[in-house]
């Protein structure tokens, strides 16, 4: 019995990991991205807000970051969920980079001026999976209006 059980195991092992890996920096671009989509209308200030935050956060060029959105937006394309892209986040950043990430999608959302119903969803989802408590969620969101 204790054979078979161990058998198990060296299958399961053996089996590639059925959710793609992403380098923190796509995680990222991915989630600002999905914010960005979230509303179905692409905005020019949202596009050049995602542009700025990726060369910022990053310290990107412009052919980097136009490189880092395209490789973001084909994982997110063929993602089922976000969790791919927050355990990358949630294994390389601290709780206060979790809350920062969570402030540049506000930043992101409020980039048009208004907040859609779909982003706030987005953000809200993003930020459980990221471990961010709600007074933290809230005060990313009042941060990210200044």
Same mark, same amino acid.
């Given at each position: 019995?204790?054979?078979?059980?161990?058998?198990?195991?060296?299958?399961? *092992?053996?089996? +590639?990991?059925?959710?793609?890996?992403?380098? !923190? @920096?796509?995680?990222?671009?991915?989630?600002?991205? /999905? =914010?960005?989509?979230?509303?179905?209308?692409? *905005?020019?200030? +949202?596009?050049?807000?995602?542009?700025?935050? !990726? @060369?910022?956060?990053?310290?990107?060029?412009?052919? /980097? =970051?136009?490189?880092?959105?395209?490789?973001?937006?084909?994982?997110?394309?063929g993602a089922i969920?976000?969790?791919?892209?927050?355990?990358?986040?949630?294994?390389?950043?601290?709780?206060?980079?979790?809350?920062?990430?969570?402030?540049?999608?506000?930043?992101?959302?409020?980039?048009?001026?208004?907040?859609?119903?779909?982003?706030?969803?987005?953000?809200?989802?993003?930020?459980?999976?990221?471990?961010?408590?709600?007074?933290?969620?809230?005060?990313?969101?009042?941060?990210?209006?200044?």
């Amino acid at each position: 019995m204790l054979k078979q059980i161990k058998q198990l195991f060296v299958v399961f *092992d053996d089996q +590639e990991p059925s959710i793609e890996q992403h380098d !923190l @920096k796509t995680a990222v671009a991915a989630l600002l991205i /999905e =914010v960005m989509r979230a509303d179905t209308k692409l *905005d020019h200030d +949202e596009q050049r807000t995602l542009t700025v935050t !990726l @060369k910022k956060y990053f310290n990107l060029t412009d052919a /980097e =970051v136009e490189e880092l959105t395209n490789n973001a937006a084909s994982s997110l394309d063929g993602a089922i969920d976000y969790f791919q892209f927050s355990k990358q986040i949630n294994e390389h950043c601290s709780a206060v980079q979790r809350i920062e990430i969570i402030e540049l999608l506000w930043r992101l959302a409020y980039a048009d001026g208004e907040i859609d119903p779909q982003e706030d969803y987005v953000i809200r989802k993003v930020a459980g999976l990221l471990y961010v408590t709600h007074t933290d969620f809230i005060a990313a969101k009042i941060a990210a209006t200044k």
